[in-house]
Each structure stands twice: as C-alpha cells, then as structure tokens.
C-alpha cells in the first residue's frame, strides 16, 4: 500500500492473552474411613449461549479474542468461534495469527463464507495482497450479490500490483452497493494512489455525502483535497472529525508532500517528535 494511503491508518499494537492456572494443594487421606462420600467434582465447563455471544460482538478486542479463544478451548470444531477469534486478533493487529485462525476454520469448512473474508482482510491487513486474491475470489463466488468481496479484491489486486484488475474489482463493488460509501472510497484512493487526485477527490465527495460515509471516508477526502495543495480546505474538513494534535500532524506530512512550508513547526522536527 502506497505512503499516501497509510497516513490515516491506524496501527493497534499487539496484546498478549494471559493464562491464569491454579494448583490446589494435595491433602492426605485420613488413616480409617467410616463412611466413603461421593468425589466432588467442579461443574463442567458449558459453552456460550446465544445471547452471550452476541453480547460479546460488542466488546472490545482484547476481550472477544479472550472470550472466543476459551469457546475453541471447549470445542475445537466450533466455526462461529474460530471466526471470531480471527476478527479480534486482527483488530489487534495480530495478522499473523488471525490468518492461522481463519485457515483452521477452513480446514473444517472450505466454503465458510465468514473465513473466507477473515483470511483475505488479515492477508491484506499485514500487506500480503497476492495471498488474499483466492480467498477473496472464493467469497465473491459464494455471495456474488455482495460488494464486500469485491471491495477487498480490488486492495489485494493494488498489494499485487495488478492494477486494471484492481479497478475491475472496485467497479464491480460500486456497481453492487451504489448507496455504499466504503467501496467508492476504495476506488477512490485507488485513482489516488495512481496519480489521479481530481478524480479520486470527485468519487470521495459523492461517498461522504452518504449516510454511510465514516471518519475515515471523510479524512481521505481531507487527505486528497491536501495533496492538491488546498491545505486550508483541507485543515476545515480535518478539524471536523480530528482532534488539534493529530490535525496538525497530518497537515505537517501535507506540506512536506505538497512542498509548502509549515508556519510553525519543520516537519523534520515533527517527524522526530513523532
């Protein structure tokens, strides 16, 4: 992914998942027993209902990765849970991992839609586009009314420098979901990232109209409307979402990019700051 697409991404580092064990201590028996009770035994562990588990889609990462890892522990073969548990690890940003949790599902389950687009988002997640292709086709070919695949086809295809496909993938998500902001952001950054910021900034208005438009949507029009060299523009719709810190650091990486001086601060000075 080019430089210009990664300043707005957000890098969530890698938490580790603490095992806690106990041991009870041994007692010896008594010399002479007059009457023999029953063994007590703990309760066995149940897995979680449907209630908890949809409770669970709104805890934070560290949390489900937690919670879905134990489910697996009761039951290996347990799909929902493998999914899961690849979802959280790569919102940690434990790509490595997440693939591996996605592909055992799909040792289980070759055509699990879910592990499909787990095993594509965690391949271009850590960068490694050409390894997202298949999974991502697969996907599309199960649910061929759905952008989503095609939206993640389209970034594996740019990873592999495979860009006349890239753009094919993209249209065919826009095409899908019109009303959809997300695939007509990724078209647009992808005319960016090829040079064309007029018209990448064209598509990215039309997508931060919809209701659907994110943060993210927005500030990748901020982005290109910067490269432009409209810093102010782009400061305005930067100040919108971004708290003063991070838009200044953003407009500091656009006036080294665009070659205009900051008022303020070098961005060698921020940059080492940073």
Not at 136 to 150: G, I, N, S
Not at 169 to 189: D, G, I, T, W, Y
């Amino acid at each position: 992914m080019c430089r210009k697409r990664a300043l707005l991404a957000t890098v969530l580092a890698p938490a580790l998942l603490l095992a806690v064990s106990g041991h009870a201590a041994d007692k010896p028996a008594p010399a002479t027993v007059t009457a023999s009770a029953p063994p007590m035994t703990p309760p066995a562990s149940r897995k979680a209902g449907p209630a908890q588990r949809a409770e669970m889609q709104r805890a934070d990462p560290l949390m489900r990765a937690a919670f879905w890892s134990n489910e697996l522990d009761l039951d290996g073969r347990d799909l929902e849970a493998g999914v899961g548990l690849s979802q959280a690890l790569r919102a940690l940003g434990r790509y490595d991992e997440a693939a591996d949790a996605a592909s055992r599902v799909l040792i289980a389950a070759p055509d699990n839609y879910d592990a499909l687009m787990e095993l594509a988002r965690a391949n271009v997640a850590r960068g490694q586009g050409f390894y997202a292709i298949d999974p991502a086709r697969r996907a599309a070919a199960l649910q061929p009314r759905d952008w989503r695949p095609q939206s993640l086809l389209g970034v594996a295809y740019e990873q592999a420098k495979r860009d006349d496909e890239a753009v094919a993938a993209h249209r065919q998500a826009v095409a899908l979901a019109p009303l959809e902001a997300a695939p007509l952001a990724n078209l647009a950054m992808h005319m960016a990232s090829s040079g064309d910021l007029s018209g990448a900034e064209t598509v990215l208005r039309k997508a931060a109209a919809l209701p659907t438009a994110t943060i993210q949507v927005r500030q990748n029009l901020a982005l290109v409307v910067g490269l432009q060299g409209r810093l102010d523009e782009a400061e305005r719709l930067a100040r919108q979402d971004l708290p003063p810190e991070s838009v200044d650091n953003n407009l500091a990486w656009l006036r080294a990019a665009t070659g205009q001086s900051s008022p303020t601060r070098s961005w060698d000075a921020l940059k080492a700051g940073s």
